[in-house]
C-alpha cells in the first residue's frame, strides 16, 4: 500500500499542493479510516453547522481529509474546525481539499467534532449569497488502534466500531432466537450509523478483530442465583448521571439530519475537559460497583434496571478470543440481551457480569413536549441578510403514528429600527405555512398547525430570519438584529392516528414498542434469521427509542390484529396476507383484483409493506418475499440469495430503512434498488357514506319524479263524465 498521497493543504495561508504521508500500521498497531456518516453543509452568510466522529476506545486521531465545495459568490474564507481549534481556511468562492494533522487532545470523550463556518466580506447587498452553499464531503478520520481484542466488557462495548456481529447457533432455540434479535435492537439502539449490527445463525468460530466484534447468544441450564442490594447515594447519583447522559443522547437522536442542530447538542455535551470527563466516569463506575456488592469473581452483578431488585438474570463475558459470551436460561436471555443498550456497560472494566437484567430504554415524546426534549437545541441567529435554520419532528420519537401537530413557538426578537424591514417565516417541510413581520415588540410568539396531509415520517421546521437595516445596505456593517428561540417552553402537541399512507413509511411508529417478527417457510433457517436482523438494525436506526422484539411464528401472525413483519414469505402466505403483489407464472398487482399482470424479468427479491385488514381491524405489515416456495424452481435458489442480498443492502445503506419507499421495493440481479409503483385506489366507501348517497340519489329520483308529473299533468276544466250521476 503506497504510503503517499498528494492533497491540497487547506491550512491557513496560500492553498498548495503538498505531499501528505497516510499514517503506517506497526508491529502493535493498526490504521483505520473512518467516512463521516453525513456531509456537512452550510447556508447563507451566516452559516455554521458541525457534526460528529466517534472513534473506538483504545484508538488515536492521526488525520483528516475531506473535500469543500462551495457557491458563494462573496470574497471570504471558509473556516474548518476540529473540537473548536481551526485547522483549515479555505477561498469561500472556491473551497478546496482539507488535511490537517490530529492530536489526542482533539477527542473528548470518544467525540471528534468538526465544525465549519464562513466569514464574508463587506457586502452592499445584504442577501448577496443569502442562498448560497458550502458543503464539506468526503470526510475521512484515519486513527490508530491496537491490535490485541478487548480484554473488558467496557472495551468491547465501546462506540466507535465498525461491525458488531450477534451470533447464534446454527440450530438455535426459540430464546436464543428472540435474545439474538433483541441483541440487535439494543446495539444498533446504542451505537448510531455507521456501526453495522448484523445477526447470524452459526456454529463457526467468531471472526473478532478489535473494529469488528462478536456476540455469542448461548442459551445455558445454569440459573445465575439472584441477589438483592439497595444502592447507595452515590450509586444513585451514578445511575442518574447515565440516564441523563442517555437521555441527552436520545435526544440528540431525534433531531433532524441538519448537522447544526444534532452536533451543537453534542458540543455542549462535550465542554467538559477530557480529564474531567475520565474522572466522572470512574467515579461513577466505582460507585455503582461498590453499592451493588461484588459477586464471588469480583464483578458488580446486575446493571441497569436489574440494579437493586432481586431479578434472574444472565451472563456477559470476555472470552479469550475477544468475542463477548451472552449466556443464560432460557428465560432469562432476552432481558440480558436487552441490557446490551445500557450506557453503563462502557464503564465497567472488568470481564464478567452475572445477573445482568436490563429494561428497555423506552421513554417516548408526550403529547405535549417541548422541542427541547426533542432534540432542539438553543435556536439562535444573529447578523444581517437571510438566516436559516431547520428542527426535526419526526413521528418515530413518539412512539406511535400520528395525526397532527400543534406547535407553539416562544422566542425573542430584536427591535425593528425605524426604516428597516424583517421576518420570521416558518417552513415545514419546504412549504412556508406562517409569517411574523419584525416590529418595535421584542416577543415572538407563533402557534402552526399541521395537518394530516402535512405530516411525514421524518419531518423538518425551518426557521428563516431576514433582516435589512435601515440603510437598505450592508457596507459598512450595520448593527446586527437577533433571533432567539427558547425551546424549553416552546411546545409540540401530538394527537395520535394516521397521516402516512400505507407503505414502508408507516415504520417503525406502527409498532410501538415492540416489533413482532415471524419467520416463513421459504428459504433456510439461517438466512431467514440474518434477514429478519438485517430488518430489524434498519428498523431501530429510523428512531430515538429502543425496541424489542417478541418472536412469533407465522401462524400467530396471520391470526394476529398486530403490526408485524415476515420474513421469508412463500407465495401463498402473500396470496392469504393481501399483499400487493403476488407471484406464480406472472405478477399481479392487485386494486383488489389485478390491475396488470407482467412476466417475471428473472431472479429477484421483493419487500413489501402494506395495509392488512383482520377482524381485529387494519394493521400494517412488512414481508420479504414471496418467495417461491418449491425448491425446485429454476429460480428459487437465486431469489433465495437475492433476497439475503436485499436485506443486507437495507441494513448498510446509509439511510437505512428509509432506503425503502412506496409499499413495493425489489432488488434484481442488477443491484439496484427499485419501488414498483402500485396503480392508485380509490377506498372502499364506509357504511355512513353509502347511506347518505343512497338517501340523496333517492331524494334526486323523487324530486325528479315530482317535476315530471308537474310537467305532463292535465291542464284546463275537468272533462264531463259520459253519462248522468246521482247520489240517490
Known sequence: MSALVTLTSGLAGPVAAETVTLPQPTSTTAIGALKLPYDLRILGAGGDASTTATLVAGATPELFTATVKSTFTMVGTLVVTINGRRVADLPARTGGLVTARLTPSDVDKGLIIIGMYIILGPQLDCFSDSTSTATLSKGVLYYRYPITPPQSIGTFISPGLSQLTVQVPKAASDAEQQAGLDAVAALAHRFAAPTLVTLVASDAAPRNDFLHRTVLVRES??????????????????????????????????????????????????????????????????????????????????????????????????????????????????????????PALSLFDGKTLRNVVGTPDWSPAPAKATLASLGATAISMSGVGRMETAVGINQPAFGKSLESLEIELVGTITPLPEGGTGRVDFIWNGLLIDSVNMSSDTALAAQLKIGSDQLNRENALSIAFSYVPPTGKCTPPPLAARLDIDTKRSIVKSKGGESVPPGFARFPQAFGPQVQIALGEAGSFASKVQQAGNLLEALQSLTPEQLTVALITQDDLESSGSPAILTGAGTDVTEDLGAPLTISNLVQVRDPAPRFTAAIPGPLALAQAFENTTRQGARDLMILGPIPADATKPNYAAALAITDEFAAKIAKSPNRWAAMTGQVMTLGTTGQLREIPLPKTTPPLSTLEVVIIITVVSMIALVAGLFLWSRTKPRGPVPSLPGTSSTK
Request: charged share 10%; net charge positive.
Open 221 to 342: 441450564a445454569t440459573r445465575t442465583p439472584a441477589s438483592r442490594t439497595s444502592p447507595s447515594p452515590a450509586a444513585t447519583a451514578a445511575a442518574t448521571s447515565t440516564s441523563t447522559a442517555t437521555a441527552t443522547a436520545k435526544a440528540g437522536a431525534t433531531a433532524s439530519a441538519t448537522a447544526t442542530s444534532t452536533v451543537t447538542a453534542m458540543a455542549t455535551a462535550t465542554a467538559a475537559t477530557k480529564a474531567e470527563a475520565q474522572a466522572r466516569a470512574k467515579a461513577a463506575a466505582s460507585a455503582k460497583a461498590k453499592a451493588l456488592g461484588a459477586q464471588a469473581d469480583g464483578t458488580p452483578p446486575p446493571t441497569g434496571a436489574g440494579a437493586g431488585q432481586a431479578a434472574s438474570g444472565g451472563i456477559l463475558q470476555v472470552q479469550s478470543d475477544g468475542s463477548l459470551l451472552l449466556s443464560g436460561p432460557a428465560d432469562a436471555l432476552a432481558s440480558t440481551a436487552v441490557a446490551l443498550a445500557d
